[in-house]
Every structure is written in structure tokens, then in C-alpha cells.
């Protein structure tokens, strides 16, 4: 078997042009605030892709460039003001932050009316609860891109390898409000290749190339790699396309799909708080 694509820049194409069409029906430009702390050059490549996709929707980007040294009280304070900020709509910090700042701190200083990226606790619990919060953008972009290639969940076992708060934890959420049965798998768990050969839906989150092999895919699993490290995804992306029945590329799976629903996100905020 050959793997169909999930081709998410197609899927984000689609869903940024309907973002576009609400942005100029809103009849003024929704603002996101991206906040970029230390200079790791990959975090820096994807501020400027999702300012450059805000600009391509009609949206505005606001840019804060803080220094590697930025000390946690310093962070809150600048997400506090851009909370308190009228003319701002969402707010994203980018992450991983440096080691020094206490990430959940930063995060819930995100006024959750502009949690566009879906980290704090409060989206996270709207979310388990499915009371339509704003969702993790990538773990919403996984389920807009399944949807979008009409992937039957209800009644699937998803394996999901990963348990971050903002990734493999919502993943799994996710899939079990649409009636999947979910097992999740992490660094601790003593037979990865077993429990990926039972998924019907694999979502693989890690960030270690290559740690899936591809002859772990059971034979029709759909495969759904969100991991990216060294240009390159979790899964051994030729032998598990041989095996699978739709499979994502990286890069152009779920990377391209994660903007997108930042953005459909921040024009929901936009509607929402100041209609
Ligand atoms: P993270 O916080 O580092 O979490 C990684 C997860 O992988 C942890 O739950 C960890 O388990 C698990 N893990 C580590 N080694 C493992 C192993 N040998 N076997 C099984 N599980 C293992 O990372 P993250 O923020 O969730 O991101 C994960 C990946 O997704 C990264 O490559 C990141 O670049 C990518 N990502 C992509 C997008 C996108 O838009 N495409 C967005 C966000 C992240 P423990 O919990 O036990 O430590």
C-alpha cells in the first residue's frame, strides 16, 4: 500500500482563505501579539512565518523581541500589558522559552479571551470539559486536518506517543471527544513498537527523528506526524507510507495546519471580544 497524503498546506490554504473572507467582513484587522524570548533561530523562523501569514490574511501582527536573559516577572509584566491591551485580539508566546523562566507562569498571564494558541489552563479545561474553548493549535490542527480528509474516529483505537500539555495530552483529548480509544505512550512506555502496531490513527509528538519506524505501522493506519527536529519528522516517513493509508509529510502536515488555526483562532477573538 501507498499512503495517501494529508496534505495540510493544501488544508490550511482552504482554511486561511475562509480566515481571509472573515477578516475583511470584520471591517477591521484583527491584532495578534507574538512574544519571542532568547534567540533560537528556529523559534525566530516561525514568528516571522506566522507574521507573514497574519499579513497575507489581512491580519496585524504585533512583534516583541524580548532578550535571552528576560527574567519571569519581566515576561508576565509584558503579557499582563498586551492582556490589558484593548487593540490587541490574541496573544502568542512562542515557545520553548529560555530554562530560566517558569513557562506555566508566562502562559497564564494570557488573558484566556486572547489565548489564540490555546495554552493556558483555562482553554486546556474548556477543552477536556468540550466547552469550546480556544484549542491547542496544533492538536486543533491535527483533528481540522483529519476532518478535512473525512477520517473516521469514532470506535479507532489512536495511539498517541507524547503527553506534553500543549501537544500529545490534547491530542488524545481530542480524539477521545470524538469516541476514539486512546492510548498514550511517552518516554516511559517499555514497548513502543507493540503499542504502535495496534493504531488505527498514530499521532506521533516527540521530536526524536525517526523514532517510529515504519515497520511498526500496522497496514491502513492513518499516520499523523507532528514531530519536527532536524528538518525531520518522528516516523520513518518512506516505510511507514508503504504500510499506511494516509500519512502527513513533514514539513507540510501539521506545521502549515497549526498556523492556520492560530489565525482562525484570532479572528474568532476578534468577533468575540470586540464585535
Ligand atoms: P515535549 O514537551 O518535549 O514533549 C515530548 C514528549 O515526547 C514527552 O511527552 C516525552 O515523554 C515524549 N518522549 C520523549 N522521548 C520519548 C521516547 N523515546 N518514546 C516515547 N515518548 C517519548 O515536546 P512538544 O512540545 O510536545 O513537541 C513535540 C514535537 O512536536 C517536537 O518535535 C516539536 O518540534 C513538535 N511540534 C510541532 C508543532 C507544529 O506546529 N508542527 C508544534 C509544536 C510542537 P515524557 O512526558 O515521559 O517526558
Known amino acids: 500500500m501507498t499512503a495517501q497524503i494529508l496534505d495540510g498546506r493544501a488544508v490550511a490554504a482552504k482554511l486561511l482563505d475562509a480566515v481571509r473572507a472573515e477578516v475583511a467582513g ?65 496573544i502568542l508566546l512562542q515557545h520553548p522559552v529560555p530554562g530560566q523562566i517558569d513557562e506555566r507562569a508566562a502562559f497564564e498571564a494570557i488573558d484566556p479571551a486572547k ?8 482553554s486546556f479545561a474548556k477543552m477536556a470539559f468540550e466547552e469550546g474553548g480556544f484549542a491547542s493549535a496544533t492538536p486543533g ?20 506517543v507524547g503527553r506534553s500539555p500543549i501537544l500529545g495530552k490534547p491530542a488524545g483529548m481530542l480524539l477521545l471527544a470524538r469516541n476514539a480509544t486512546v492510548t498514550y505512550c ?23 527523528p525517526g523514532l517510529v519506524r515504519g515497520d511498526w505501522i500496522k497496514p491502513g493506519a492513518v499516520v499523523v506526524d507532528a514531530g519536527y527536529a532536524d528538518n525531520k519528522g518522528d516516523v520513518e516517513y518512506e516505510a511507514a507510507a508503504d504500510r499506511a493509508s494516509y500519512i502527513t509529510p513533514v514539513p507540510g502536515g501539521v506545521g502549515p495546519m497549526t498556523i492556520a488555526v492560530l489565525l482562525a483562532q484570532t479572528v474568532r477573538a476578534a468577533r468575540e471580544n470586540r464585535p
Open 26 to 90: 470584520l471591517g477591521r484587522k484583527p491584532v495578534l501579539a507574538t512574544i519571542l524570548v532568547g534567540d533560537d533561530p528556529a523559534s525566530h523562523t516561525y514568528v516571522r512565518m506566522k507574521a507573514n501569514r497574519c499579513a497575507k490574511v489581512g491580519m496585524e501582527s504585533r512583534r516583541i523581541e524580548l532578550g535571552a536573559d528576560t527574567t519571569t516577572g519581566e515576561l508576565v509584566a509584558r503579557i499582563r500589558d498586551l492582556s490589558e491591551d484593548p487593540d490587541v485580539d490574541g
Open 186 to 208: 511517552h518516554s516511559r512506555t517499555t514497548n513502543l513498537a507493540a503499542m504502535v502496531s495496534e493504531a488505527d490513527v498514530l499521532v506521533a509528538a516527540v521530536g526524536r
Open 141 to 160: 490542527g491535527i483533528m481540522a486536518l483529519l476532518d478535512a480528509y473525512e477520517i473516521p474516529l469514532s470506535g479507532k483505537h489512536a495511539v498517541v
Open 115 to 122: 489565548d489564540v494558541d490555546g495554552v493556558t489552563r483555562t
